[in-house]
């Protein structure tokens, strides 16, 4: 066994390239599900630490819609006696620079919780020093009506010291508070649910969010079990119109459902490009034992039986694997750290503000990606070795009955192939509303559709290989015969290709389209030339408040001849909390919205309140159509209303409600806003407008005041981003497809040594040698990249039409054709395919003839 | 310039060489493995080189072949002098003047049986309708007529090598150098090889040279030289 190991490590180290591209193919592959997989527990884990930070021990939380009434609290507590009930508002806001309207960094986006801290002790203990009760000075906390305190390492990150004052956005307002003291976190763990967070007093809270009287909720600590239940009945019994209960842990579920879609394609392109990675491993170990079958045939002959042979095959493949999953790991670390914070950037960018300490190194993320990688590898290998192990003993494997196997390899690949794109296509179409089984008929389809690749590039060589002779003559044919001969050894490596550029393609694809698709969009969603809103801390909401009466001030702004107002509230519905938007606009406006359903033509009914439109995704997700009844609550009451159109929208993939702003109103019975859009008059200047709007600002008022153009710019910006690290999943993906190629092709050269150097004998110039293998590794890149533009466009619909829909709920306009991403494709594909063939082309040409004949 | 005259014996030389010395460094050692060979072959002649393993046969035959430069003396082929010629100018000669024959065959896996025959017209652009027809011919000539669209790993040893031979002969060479070219067939097969090699160069008066071990082989040639550590010392 001693003799078979040292012959494969001599193997090895002879040829050293093969077991570099084994361990990298390995190690690519690994990097990456591990680099998302770490991203994608970050976030997570993130938005588990600000549901922990905000709700501590309680078990349940008493909500509203839009909040509670505070004298819900003492009820609770007198009348059943729930001494476990602690009232919390809670609210993002923006550190303010002094003197500056610029928008905030997302860094420094804080969370505001009001406490009060007689009622705190049972819920959130990192409040509480570790000796004595309070760990600040109560009375100061209590008292001053502007104390807050902040954990010892968010003071130390802002650079603020106790008694420095700090100013706060808090929608349009600036309001300065005292920092009275910081909490030292008891261990790492209390460090991390204090991150970001600013506590003050309840009632501090209240005045500071213009909430008197109200609270964000009130949560709660119940028994275990029936008593539990028991307990939670009697709360709902007294619950006014819009208020329930929930328990906690729903709520980490809610955070991490709304982004779920997101995260599951960050998880499907981080396993495509482990497949991807599993397809190199299989190519490059099939190659090193099929490059040996003549060493393999001697050592049987010489008396080594089956099992000897396999076990230092397997030997060979877990060290190279071993080698090739530690480097995947640190590599996958490093990719992650720079991953999560695109994802996280993402999430704040499309859903919640959210933050995550130092990048923690998951013990189940790395063990999941060491097992994937290594299992990928074992079971990589198990096709070749099966396959040396039909060597006779007395006869090394010939070329022939190699090419015959893998013919008969190829027709069985395309009848699995066909099977498995048949099975993928009823997978999806039966997938309804399951973006996972989605996936799994997606992955099907690909899987299919590159067991059907050799084929498919054996036909298109095929019809290449005539008119090749043509133009070419010899050369030609000779190019197109190599590699149509070659597919044995190439296949693998030419479907990896294929499927990673169909699969870059159809993303290059969706994104296109999507792009466009979020262009028309903004034409029809922006109108007005001036957008003022309260300042938010996540991209694509306002749910700020701003006064009417600033509104009447501002419209008096000279050039301004038209306004049009929004509010917007998150509110209990039939279908769960959802955004409910309300909208004071004209018909002309109304009539510009993108329906996906239905038409402009309810506006009468929809002006007058006796009608509502909700977006696509919302539609999408609670399976909402038109004339269906949607029931609203509010502290008036609960309202329902036929739903009268679905528009299109994309600024939100949990959807919103749309109503007429005075219907808003009503329900909430205050008539605050939470935007508002200026037209301006034809013959004046938008920027003259809105330096006029920002003149007639208050110094404590904070409002975002922009241009059509810039908001247009902004949110282009923030769909690019969302997209980058699709992006980078995609570039990464691709490398790992063309290393592939690469190790195949210029292996493939190296082995074909003696027939190159045959040719050269018999009179074959370096120059006809470097264009016969260029020609044949360019066609080979040719089919592959060929081969990947159908099923790239049939996996972009897919992506579009399906996944994308179960995903977010949005349907695009159009199919964008994205020839840019064709012709990178193609021509990518060749040339790396080319560049493959430089390297043992440009070898041979300058061996020794005489050398490498005698070499075999 | 002309070829310096050796073992002269009226008409112009197939092949003459001079001096011609071949080192080769093994672990920072030089050897010689040719140590100053003249050799003159005549047009139309058959040769028989002999020698022990390692004596410098196939180093010699390789150089006469341009597939190697020496790194002293020279080497003419028709009066054209073949040592001074840089690497592409020595592969157009190769396909132009010389035919090889190897005793592994080397038959290009990939190309049918008439395309191997046809390769090194077909390397020249000179593989048109007659060059064709003349293949087909040669292939006839040896035999395999019916195999012409087959593939090499189709074929048996000595229908390999009798493939081998007509591509040797396809482009019309002067020269024919076959390395041991019946050390893979069995004794039966390898006379048939011969056999076929020899009437060939024969009716085209093309001049052979062949390295042998075997001394019916040898038997059969005009002249039979030997080398002995790297010097030629019979003939």
């Not at chain 1, 790992?736 to 027939?755: I, K, P, Q, T, Y």
Request: glycine share 10%; charged share 20%; hydrophobic share 50%.
């Amino acid at each position: 066994m001693l003799a078979l190991l040292s012959s494969a490590a001599r193997h090895a180290r002879r040829r050293p390239g093969g077991a570099l591209l084994a361990i990298l193919g390995v190690a690519l592959g690994v990097a990456v599900v591990l680099g998302i997989d770490l991203a994608n527990a970050a976030s997570l884990r993130a938005m588990e630490l600000s549901v922990e930070r905000a709700a501590g021990r309680a078990t349940h939380s008493v909500v509203g819609s839009p909040d509670v009434d505070e004298r819900l609290l003492r009820t609770l507590r007198a009348d059943l006696g729930l001494r476990a009930a602690a009232p919390v508002v809670e609210r993002d806001v923006a550190l303010s620079p002094a003197e500056s309207t610029a928008a905030p960094a997302p860094d420094e986006v804080l969370r505001l919780l009001g406490l009060d801290p007689f009622c705190e002790a049972p819920f959130r203990p990192y409040l509480a020093s570790a000796e004595s009760g309070f760990a600040v000075d109560l009375d100061r906390f209590l008292a001053s009506p502007d104390a807050v305190l902040l954990g010892a390492e968010t003071a130390r990150r802002l650079g603020v010291e106790v008694g420095a004052r700090l100013d706060l956005r808090l929608g349009a307002e600036r309001r300065s508070v005292e920092l009275i003291g910081v909490l030292e976190p008891r261990d790492g763990f209390d460090a991390e649910l204090l991150r970001g967070l600013m506590l003050c007093d309840i009632a501090t809270a209240q005045e500071l969010t213009g909430s008197l009287g109200r609270l964000t909720r009130i949560d709660l600590v119940l028994d275990d079990g029936p008593a539990g239940e028991a307990q939670r009945a009697q709360v709902e019994a007294l619950l006014g119109p819009g208020e329930r209960i929930e328990s906690t842990g729903a709520r980490v579920g809610t955070l991490a459902r709304l982004t779920r879609g997101f995260r599951l394609n960050l998880q499907a392109l981080s396993l495509l490009a482990l497949v991807v990675g599993g397809f190199l491993v299989f190519n490059a170990l099939s190659f090193a034992v099929v490059e040996r079958r003549e060493e393999l045939g001697l050592l049987r002959t010489l008396g080594a039986t089956r099992a000897q042979v396999s076990v230092a095959i397997l030997i060979e493949t877990g060290l190279l694997a071993g080698v090739g999953v530690v480097l995947g790991l640190v590599l996958g670390t490093a990719l992650g750290a720079g991953l999560v914070h695109l994802v996280l950037r993402t999430i704040n960018d499309l859903y919640f503000s959210l933050e995550v300490g130092a990048s923690t190194l998951a013990p189940g993320s790395l063990g999941k990606a060491a097992v994937l990688g290594l299992v990928t590898s074992m079971v990589a290998v198990l096709a070749p070795l099966r396959e040396a192990l039909r060597i006779e003993p007395h006869r090394a494997l010939q070329r022939s009955s190699l090419e015959q196997r893998a013919q008969s390899r190829a027709r069985l690949g395309l009848v699995l192939g066909a099977v498995l794109l048949i099975l993928g296509a009823a997978v999806i179409a039966a997938a309804g509303r399951s973006i996972q089984i989605s996936y799994a008929g997606l992955f099907a389809g690909l899987v299919g559709a590159a067991l059907i690749a050799p084929r498919a590039t054996d036909l298109l060589l095929g019809l290449a290989e005539g008119p090749l002779a043509r133009l070419l003559g010899g050369t030609g044919r000779m190019a197109a015969r190599g590699a149509r001969r070659s597919l044995s050894r190439t296949s693998v490596a030419v479907a990896a290709l294929s499927v990673a550029l169909a699969a870059s393609l159809g993303v290059a694809v969706l994104v296109t389209s999507f792009r466009a698709t979020v262009v028309t969009w903004l034409d029809s969603a922006l109108v007005g030339d001036v957008f003022v809103t309260s300042p938010s801390l996540t991209a694509t909401r306002t749910t700020g408040s701003i006064d009417p009466s600033l509104v009447e001030r501002l419209e008096r702004t000279p050039g301004i001849v038209g306004t049009q107002t929004f509010r917007g509230r998150v509110l209990q519905t039939s279908v769960g909390r959802v955004q409910v938007i309300g909208v004071g606009i004209d018909r002309a406006r109304f009539e510009r919205y993108l329906f996906a359903e239905g038409s402009a033509a309810i506006w009468d009914d929809f002006a007058a309140g006796r009608a509502c439109v909700v977006t696509e995704p919302l539609a999408f997700h609670h399976g909402l159509s038109l004339g269906d009844e949607f029931e609203i609550e509010s502290p008036g009451g609960a309202l329902t209303l036929p739903i009268g159109a679905v528009t299109r929208d994309y600024a939100s993939d949990s959807g919103v409600v749309v109503v007429h702003l005075e219907l808003l109103n009503g329900l909430l019975e205050d008539e605050r806003l939470s935007s508002f859009t200026f037209e301006v008059a034809q013959d004046a200047s938008v920027d003259a407008v809105i330096a006029g709007l920002r003149e007639r600002l208050a110094p404590d008022e904070d409002l975002q005041i922009r241009s059509n153009r810039s908001l247009r710019a902004e949110t282009l910006r923030v769909f690019d981003r969302t997209f980058a690290v699709t992006s980078v999943l995609r570039a990464l993906t691709l490398v790992v497809a063309l290393v592939g190629v690469f190790s195949a092709l210029s292996a493939l050269g190296l082995d074909a040594r003696r027939e190159l150097a045959t040719l050269r004998a018999v009179g074959m110039t370096p120059g006809q040698l470097w264009r016969t293998l260029s020609t044949q590794h360019a066609l080979l890149g040719a089919a592959a990249g060929l081969y990947a533009i159908p099923l790239g466009y049939a996996l972009a619909w897919c992506m579009v039409a399906v996944i994308n829909r179960q995903a977010f709920g949005w349907t695009l306009l159009d199919l964008e054709p994205a020839y840019g991403a064709v012709a990178t494709a193609v021509v990518g594909s060749v040339v790396v395919a080319v560049l493959a063939g430089a390297w043992p082309a440009r070898r041979v040409s300058r061996s020794s003839v005489v050398e490498a004949l005698r070499d075999e | 310039m002309t070829a310096p005259e050796i073992h002269n014996t009226g008409g112009p030389a197939a092949v003459q060489t001079h001096g011609l010395v071949r080192r080769v460094s093994e672990g920072g050692v030089e050897r010689e493995i040719l140590r100053g060979v003249d050799l003159r072959l005549e047009r139309g002649e058959f040769v028989a080189l002999l020698g022990r393993s390692g004596s410098g046969k196939s180093t010699l035959l390789n150089l006469l072949g341009g597939l190697d430069a020496p790194d002293e003396g020279e080497i003419w082929i028709d009066d054209q002098r073949v040592d001074t010629l840089d690497e592409t100018a020595r592969t157009v000669l190769r396909r132009r003047r010389i035919g090889f024959v190897f005793q592994a065959f080397n038959l290009v896996p990939t190309l049918t049986v008439l395309e191997n025959v046809l390769l090194p017209l077909e390397l020249d652009g000179r593989a048109d309708r007659a060059a064709r027809a003349r293949a087909r011919e040669l292939l006839v000539d040896v035999g395999l007529g019916d195999r012409a669209d087959s593939f090499p790993d189709r074929l048996s040893g000595g229908e390999q090598q009798r493939v081998a031979v007509a591509r040797a002969l396809a482009g019309e060479p002067a020269l024919v150098l076959a390395d041991e070219p019946t050390g893979n067939l069995d004794h039966e097969t390898g006379n048939g090889v011969l056999d076929l090699l020899e009437r060939l160069v024969r009716e085209r008066g093309v001049t052979l040279l062949v390295v042998t071990h075997s001394a019916e082989a040898a038997g059969r040639a005009d002249r039979a030289l030997e080398m002995d550590d790297g010097r030629l010392v019979g003939g």
